[in-house]
């Protein structure tokens, strides 16, 4: 149901001429190799924005320019967990229920979560262990929140989901007895970087709010490695500015 939700979103965005049937069966792709990131934009005419795209992420963050930006709440219910390996990253997926994140007077539904190891995105040239990001969509607007780990504590949202990792790659796991609560991936401060970019996967679509949170949060060595057993190095190059401004909360 939630590819079906990203496929709507996805077609009202690039306005594609495909169906949500197509969207399940698109062009494989991957990190290396033939069918890595610089390979994208070949693999299918729908790929196209991988390499014609002037706003693509993720970025490196060096400059920013502080703006009156509305403060972000996130307002997140608990949720049964529902997991999948989708053979790019392990996936998270809420339901109706697992509330917004409201910046100013827009209110975007969470849809799902997802991390890249080491992290997707830069500030001042340096990577985070890992990222995590937050798909929100407010009808066909979607708006992605980073938030940056790096090794020290044990997170005990990671705990819980890394426990129940699905090594195959396969179908959605439902574990309706586990409820997930998505603000212990938050850190306290919640200033941020604020940009335009894309999806930082194929169609690499383009009109993405993007939200880097300032504050890093902490995953401990044990639970990296146990991500990267499935999944390192599942991150898309830094994509160039071409002239956009990013935007400071502070
Ligand atoms: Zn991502």
Known sequence: MLYKK????????????????????D????????TGPEHWSHLSEKYATCD???????INITN???????????????FPLAIINNGHTIDILTDAAAGSLVIGTDSYKILDFH????????????????????VHSLSNKIAVVAV????????????????????????????????IDIKQLLPEDSNYYTYDGSFTTPPCTEDV???????????STEQLEQYN?????NFRPLQPLNGRKVFSSN
Do not use: C, R
Request: glycine share 6%.
């Open 27 to 34: 062009v494989h792709w991957s990190y290396s190799g033939d």
């Open 115 to 134: 991390s890249h190891s080491p992290s997707e995105g830069a500030i001042d040239g340096k990577h985070a262990d890992m990222v995590m990001h937050l």
């Open 148 to 179: 940056y780990f790096n090794k020290g504590e044990a997170n005990p949202l990671l705990a819980t989901l890394w426990s129940v990792m699905p090594k195959e790659v396969g179908d959605v796991q439902h574990h309706k007895d586990i409820q």
């Open 52 to 58: 014609s795209g002037k706003q693509q992420s993720p």
């Open 64 to 78: 920013s320019n502080k703006a009156d930006l509305p403060p972000l709440q996130f307002n997140y219910n608990s």
């Open 6 to 25: 990203i496929a709507t979103i996805v077609l009202a965005i690039t306005a594609l001429q495909v169906s949500a049937g197509d969207f399940g069966h």
């Open 209 to 219: 709010k993007w939200v880097v949170l300032k504050q890093h949060m902490t995953i």
């Open 229 to 233: 057993t499935l999944y390192s190095n």
